[in-house]
Nanobody
Framework: QVQLVESGGGLVQAGGSLRLSCVAS????????MGWYRQAPGKQRELVARISRGGNSNYEDSVKGRFTISRDNAKNTVYLQMNSLKPEDTAVYFCNAEIRRLYTYDYLAKWGQGTQVTVSS
C-alpha cells in the first residue's frame, strides 16, 4: 500500500501564512514529480505547483511570488509554503505524486485526501 497524507491546512486571515505538508508512505520504490492541486467550491481542480525529483518547479500564475513548493526526498515529503494568503486561495488542497512501488516498473499517480485551506477577509 502507498498513501499520501496531507496536513497543515486551516483557517487563516488574509495576509497570513500556512505551510502544507504531504508525506508518502508504504512500499515505495521511488517518487518522480510531486505537486499540489486545489479545488474550490463549484470549480475544477487546478494545479497550484509542481516540483520534479531534481527540484525544478512551476507555479500557477496567481500564486507566483507568494507560494513556494519544496521537497525532501529522504523523507518522501513535499511542502507548500503559502504566504500572503488571499480569500481567493480558499480551497481543498490535494497532494499528488508519481510513485513507483517496489518491484514495479511504472509510475502511477497517487492523490492525498485533501486538506482544507480557508482564508477569511
Amino acid at each position: 500500500q502507498v498513501q499520501l497524507v496531507e496536513s497543515g491546512g486551516g483557517l487563516v486571515q488574509a495576509g497570513g501564512s500556512l505551510r502544507l505538508s504531504c508525506v508518502a508512505s508504504g512500499s515505495i520504490g521511488s517518487i518522480n514529480d510531486m505537486g499540489w492541486y486545489r479545488q474550490a467550491p463549484g470549480k475544477q481542480r487546478e494545479l497550484v505547483a509542481r516540483i520534479s525529483r531534481g527540484g525544478n518547479s512551476n507555479y500557477e500564475d496567481s500564486v507566483k511570488g507568494r507560494f513556494t513548493i519544496s521537497r525532501d526526498n529522504a523523507k518522501n515529503t513535499v511542502y507548500l509554503q503559502m504566504n500572503s494568503l488571499k480569500p481567493e486561495d480558499t480551497a481543498v488542497y490535494f497532494c499528488n505524486a508519481e510513485i513507483r512501488r517496489l518491484y514495479t516498473y511504472d509510475y502511477l499517480a497517487k492523490w492525498g485526501q485533501g486538506t482544507q485551506v480557508t482564508v477569511s477577509s
